[in-house]
């Protein structure tokens, strides 16, 4: 099972970027698939989630009050790829962003599989 997130960078305040989580190894389709962020210094944060149902695109969305109306959660089972669509940044989101994911549990706890990290910068 791997999970291999990328991009990531360095991006104005007021920006965009797209992270993406692409799975191998299995069929994601019944899995949760989760987005965590950690800043320098900081403990790492749960950011969104998406709780499988027949496929990610119906599953159920969380998101930390950080991020919500500014993040968007996706994905497409064929493609075994979600993304993180993240808008209207600001520099207090700077970290690296994980993906994760589990079969089961609380979409916003410890997670079973984690991608590498992709480093997001905000510029003030």
């Known amino acids: 099972v791997q999970l291999q997130a990328s991009g990531g960078g360095l991006v104005q305040a007021g920006g965009s970027l797209r992270l993406s989580c692409a799975a191998s190894?299995?069929?994601?389709?019944?899995?949760?698939m989760g987005w965590f962020r950690q800043a320098p210094g900081k403990e790492r944060e749960f950011v969104a989630a998406v709780v499988a149902a027949v496929s990610w695109s119906g599953g159920r969305k969380y998101y930390a009050d950080s991020v919500k109306g500014r993040f968007t959660i996706s994905g497409d089972n064929a493609k075994k790829t979600v993304y993180l669509q993240m808008n209207s940044l600001k520099p207090e989101d700077t970290a690296v962003y994980y993906c994760a994911a589990k079969l089961m549990g609380d979409p916003r706890g410890e997670y079973d599989y984690w991608g590498q990290g992709t480093l997001v910068t905000v510029s003030s």
């Open positions: 190894g299995r069929t994601f389709s019944n899995y949760n």
